[in-house]
């Protein structure tokens, strides 16, 4: 079996603040095949986006990492990000309407990026920017119009092809289609997935509807409070969830087959912690429906994809 | 684009209209002309031949529209005090004036814009921190006290730099230089600093706040995920972008510099139209500040409308709005 | 099925260290209590610069205040000058007198010490004149333009406009120019003050009124005030009576800040020589006298006053600045 093309071990990630260091995220480790789509999944706040930042070295301060170990290929690139950001790893984010400069034309900033990183001249950078529009479905007689010109869900289309356009091994995607209509966001993520499979490059997606998850990736991790608590197939968590925060989301999602008018959707009850004030043991023990004494005291380890107690050596220690 | 053009010019013609009419009810109602002119000793016939003769009795809408069109002839009476033209007492002493203004905005502008981006770049840095402080200072300090400090450190206790006026100036035509001679520019640095400074601080923490609002955005976090470095992150996208606000209130403040020479020629004794107008003032020569008014007042409504013109220029998502609106 | 997290929440950012963590405190009872306890004297203890600049302004308004109790003597009585003390270096005993003083003395032998203090009065109470003024034809005019409307609030605003295109310092000079033009000769000198208070003030009103406008039109539309006029309340009544209260917090800001540009205006007019006058000066003037007598080495007659406008201005300038930080995020 080849090397994954991304290791991530143990990150961890730390915001000192005034009175505490609040623990963003904590020994995250997962690994990412070349070409596969892994979706990342969780609540607002549960520290998905914080993953993506770090692997981009991309982290507001005073945010840092304070330990693990992040691999591209078996090079390592915690705290180097910058040799390999935009060139290997391309980054997309939610809002299109922001994540372009608006003084500046389409074209300006997709010949900017490509001039960077592929060392063409102006003319053969104009024309690659070309194709590119015409890869993600852009008119390319438009390339010198400004960002406001365009309408949100071609934005973000602009936005793909402005992080495709060095030819990356891996595109972090961080909520690419949250900003945008419902209608529109099948086509936005169709048009990722499709180019990236093409290209084959690696797409992290990161994302709080599971809808998304199950129509775009290939594996998924879900995240709660700053930890990984469950890994695996998307096909086979979806049917088969193990962590009881797992069962509570899917539980959660409305299946149209299933529910009618009168089906009232279970919730999982209480809210995820704050940072500030994050439980003892398991994180997630105060809203679990199967919890044990020993989730209040320790936290399970990750192990075969899921890190609870009721899964593996733990459990017969308990009693 | 015509029509916003139309509406703007009509819109500055009417405030400088009003501007006028301020200047003009001063003229002609402060103080007592035909006194002022011909003295209290006056028989009642000099002063009813002189009320005659300057159309006194004529109705007011009248000798406005008169005044109005003197002063586009660039006629503004005779001067209480000197008895000569005010229109040839302004001229000889506008381009001490303009120079000055003109070297102290350059001075504001260039070293706001530097030390705003330094500030902002190096933000939480201990020279940053210094350099926020004292501009603190220096945006609570009156202008005269700055000036009156600069030269008792430069001319009295360092004797390097001269304290009041021009220095030796060169005649060129109608324009008396002292850009020329090495004693002009020295005279030139401390006023300059004086009246640029608080200019200098205003861009300064300006440019420094913009720069730091379009650093926090979203397409600055973009560009740096696109592997754009550093310094091509600030100077191809962050600056652009923080100089389109910067330049709309940078024009507005440079337009009071003008306004604000007649502080520091007053302090450094500078024989420009700013120190005419404060003699003016004390002396009550009313032609003399009712033209400086007229002046001034015109400068700003323009530096208002040229500013306006501008921003419109640079940000293309204004100027499609208004194109597409109609204005 | 469900147990409540493990640990207490967290304390909120702005209570003191040292503060109990019950939150069934007793509620204080009196007004004062209720007023230091507040986060506002909260914030203002925490902030040394904002307790600095306070004590400093708290200082310098005490000794205007006190003046004649404070000062050594009355530099402005002819009667107890002395010409031979005139030129008297700070601190040295003077050669022909004897007499040896804090600050030394100018040129008519006044007592340095004493003219600064009543400089400052004179600065002082010009500045807060001229911000009454202002607050109270601004307040005024915004109340009127943001509850009457119509043509009356486009003329009051268009006005406001006009005068915000030319810095406030020249609108002053002009009114300054103006009043002075119209008073005859003889009356000048005495009638300063008031018009120099006129114009600071003429000129400063512009800020409170847009402010205060501002908030009356959104006032307007708040219940109580369809309630007073179902009542059958007069105009008058509602807006002095009922909206005003609730427009005054961003006043206090802009009346802080007015008071450091009013006391800068003052003194750049007064050094100009189109202020306070000899007779009766204020720190601008004295700088104006000061700069005179600079390159003759009696360099005390410029910087004592000029260090006094310093700590006024900065003073006066830092406290506003806090407190525009401070209560701007709570007023919106």
């Keep these: ?319 | 684009m015509v029509i916003i053009l139309a509406r703007r010019i009509a819109q500055a013609v009417l405030v400088l209209l009003l501007v006028a009419l301020i200047s003009f009810a001063i003229f002609r109602f402060v103080g007592n002309p035909v006194e002022n002119i011909l003295g209290q000793e006056a028989t009642v016939q000099d002063r009813n031949e002189m009320i005659e003769r300057m159309g006194l009795n004529d109705p007011i809408p009248v000798q406005y529209a008169r005044f109005v069109w003197d002063a586009l002839h660039f006629d503004f009476g005779i001067s209480y005090r000197t008895a000569e033209p005010v229109a040839e007492l302004i001229a000889s002493r506008l381009p001490a004036t303009l120079e000055l203004a003109f070297i102290s905005a350059l001075f504001a502008l260039v070293a706001g814009i530097l030390l705003g981006i330094f500030t902002a770049i190096s933000r939480g840095r201990f020279l940053a921190g210094l350099v926020m402080t004292t501009s603190l200072v220096g945006v609570s300090l009156p202008t005269f006290l700055i000036g009156v400090l600069l030269i008792w450190l430069f001319a009295v206790e360092l004797g390097v730099l001269p304290s009041f006026g021009r220095g030796d100036t060169v005649r060129l035509g109608f324009w008396e230089t002292g850009l020329l001679t090495a004693s002009g520019l020295k005279s030139l640095i401390l006023p300059a600093i004086t009246l640029g400074l608080y200019q200098m601080t205003l861009i300064m923490r300006l440019v420094r706040s913009e720069m730091l609002e379009v650093l926090r955005q979203d397409f600055i976090k973009f560009a740096r995920a696109r592997g754009l470095p550093e310094r091509m992150v600030l100077l191809r996208h962050a600056l652009r972008n923080t100089l389109v606000p910067v330049t709309t209130v940078a024009g507005l403040q440079l337009g009071s510099i003008v306004a604000f020479a007649i502080i520091t020629e007053t302090v450094f004794q500078w024989p420009g139209v700013g120190l005419m107008f404060i003699n003016a003032v004390y002396f009550v020569d009313i032609p003399v500040m009712s033209a400086y008014l007229l002046l001034v007042g015109t400068l700003f409504v323009l530096i208002n409308f040229i500013v306006d013109l501008l921003y419109l220029a640079i940000d293309p998502r204004i100027r499609d709005r208004n194109l597409r609106g109609g204005g | 099925m469900t147990s409540p997290p493990v640990r207490p929440p967290e304390k909120p950012a702005g209570a003191p260290e040292s503060a109990p963590m019950s939150v069934s405190a007793s509620i204080p009872a009196s007004r004062l209590q209720r007023a230091l306890a507040s986060d506002f004297v909260y914030d203002f203890t925490r902030a040394p610069i904002a307790i600095i600049a306070g004590l400093v302004v708290l200082f310098l308004f005490l000794v205007a205040i006190l003046a004649p109790l404070v000062a050594p003597t009355n530099p402005f009585d002819p009667a107890s000058l002395n010409l031979m003390n005139g030129f008297t270096p700070p601190m040295q005993a003077n050669m022909f007198t004897g007499e040896s003083f804090v600050m030394g003395t100018d040129d008519q032998g006044r007592d340095l010490l004493s003219a600064i203090i009543y400089g400052l009065r004179v600065s002082l109470f010009v500045g807060v004149m001229s911000v009454l003024l202002a607050m109270g034809l601004g307040v005024s005019l915004g109340l009127i333009a943001g509850y009457v409307g119509g043509w009356l609030d486009n003329l009051i605003m268009r006005i406001a406009d006009i005068q915000l295109t030319f810095p406030s310092i020249l609108i002053a000079m002009l009114i300054f120019g103006v009043l002075r033009g119209i008073i005859p000769p003889d009356l000048r000198d005495e009638m300063a003050i008031f018009v120099l208070i006129t114009a600071i003030g003429l000129s400063e009103w512009v800020p409170f009124a847009r402010t205060v406008r501002a908030t009356t039109l959104v006032e307007k539309e708040k219940e109580y005030v369809q309630a007073a006029r179902l009542i059958g309340l007069g105009r008058h009544q509602i807006m002095w009576r009922h909206i005003l209260p609730n427009v005054l917090g961003p006043v206090l800001v802009i009346a802080t800040i007015t008071l450091a540009l009013a006391i800068i205006a003052e003194a750049t007019l007064s050094f100009l020589g189109v202020g306070a006058p000899a007779t009766e000066p204020s720190l601008g003037t004295l700088i104006r006298i000061g700069q005179d007598f600079l390159f003759s080495g009696e360099w005390w007659i410029l910087t004592f006053p000029a260090i006094t406008l310093l700590a006024l201005a900065l003073s006066v300038n830092l406290l506003g600045d806090w407190l525009k930080d401070t209560l701007n995020p709570r007023l919106k």
Excluded at chain 1, 87 to 104: A, E, Y
Excluded at chain 1, 201 to 212: E, K, N, P, R, S
């Design chain 1, 1 to 319: 079996m080849t090397a994954p093309l991304l290791e991530v071990s143990d990150l961890s990630v730390e915001f000192p603040q005034r009175r505490q260091r609040l623990q963003a995220l904590d020994r995250i480790s997962f690994t990412l095949e070349a070409g596969e789509v892994l979706g990342f999944v969780g609540e607002s706040g549960a520290g998905k986006s914080l993953t993506g930042a770090a692997i981009m070295g991309l982290l507001e301060p005073p945010g840092r990492i304070t330990g693990g170990r992040i691999t591209l290929q078996g090079q390592r690139i915690d705290g180097q990000a910058e040799s390999v950001r935009g060139r290997r790893i391309g980054m997309i984010f939610q809002d299109p309407l922001t994540s372009l400069n608006p003084l500046r034309t389409v074209g300006d900033q997709l010949v900017e990026t490509i001039q960077l990183h592929l060392g063409m001249d102006a003319g053969a950078a104009a024309q690659r920017a070309g194709e590119l529009l015409d890869e993600v479905g852009i008119d390319r007689g438009r390339i010198g119009a400004y960002p406001h010109e365009f309408s949100g869900g071609m934005r973000q289309r602009i936005v793909i092809a402005l992080a495709l356009a060095p030819e990356p091994e891996l595109i972090i995607a961080d909520e690419p289609t949250t900003a945008l209509d419902v209608s529109i966001q099948a086509q936005v993520l169709a048009l990722l997935r499709r180019l990236c499979k093409e290209r084959g490059a690696a797409v992290i997606l990161i994302t709080h509807d599971m809808g998304v998850i199950a129509e775009t990736t290939d594996r998924v991790a879900v995240l709660y409070a700053g930890r990984l608590v469950e890994t695996g197939r998307t096909a086979e968590v979806i049917a088969a969830p193990r962590h009881p925060y797992t069962k509570g989301l899917m539980a959660a999602t409305p299946n149209l087959d299933l529910v009618s008018v009168d089906t009232v959707l279970p919730q999982i009850p209480g809210s995820m912690p704050s940072l500030a004030a994050l439980p003892l043991g398991c994180r997630f023990h105060p809203r679990c429906g199967d919890v044990m004494p020993v989730c209040r005291r320790t936290a399970a380890p990750f192990i075969d994809g899921v890190a609870c107690h009721l899964y593996g050596a733990q459990t017969q220690e308990a009693g």
